[in-house]
């Protein structure tokens, strides 16, 4: 199955296979993101890199950074998501899980068996 990952603006929709999460415990996972956001009234729609990452002692739900770091979301190269222990415990529990980063983001994981 292919990935399917897509935001608008800061709303983030992963699609895809539980192992490709349950291997986060051991090695980063990639994709790309197809974004779509607005910037001073200029719409934007481009490919991005999306990195997740899992850390089980971060404190919050999510971490967000990306490279080039501190310019919007939708010039950036790549975006790197991190997520904490009961984030990727709800994640392979439930199938899904759902969680707020940075006040106005947000993190939509859905898991395809």
């Known amino acids: 199955m292919?990935?399917?990952a897509y935001a608008n603006e800061l709303?983030?929709?992963l699609r895809t296979e539980r192992k490709n999460m349950i291997e986060l415990e051991e090695k980063p996972f990639e994709t790309t993101l197809y974004f779509r956001g607005s910037e001073r009234s200029r719409e934007l729609k481009r490919?991005?890199?999306m990195e997740i990452k899992y850390d089980p002692d971060?404190?919050?739900?999510?971490?967000?950074?990306?490279?080039?770091?501190?310019i919007y979301i939708?010039?950036?190269e790549k975006i790197i998501l991190?997520?904490?222990k009961d984030y990727f415990e709800?994640?392979?529990?439930h199938g899904e899980c759902v969680e707020r980063f940075m006040h106005y983001g947000k993190l939509n994981i859905k898991l395809i068996d």
């Open 47 to 49: 490919e991005l890199i």
């Open 82 to 84: 991190t997520i904490n």
């Open 11 to 13: 709303e983030i929709f």
């Open 2 to 4: 292919k990935n399917k």
């Open 90 to 93: 709800d994640l392979i529990k």
């Open 74 to 76: 939708g010039y950036t």
């Open 58 to 70: 971060q404190r919050e739900f999510i971490e967000y950074s990306s490279i080039p770091e501190d």
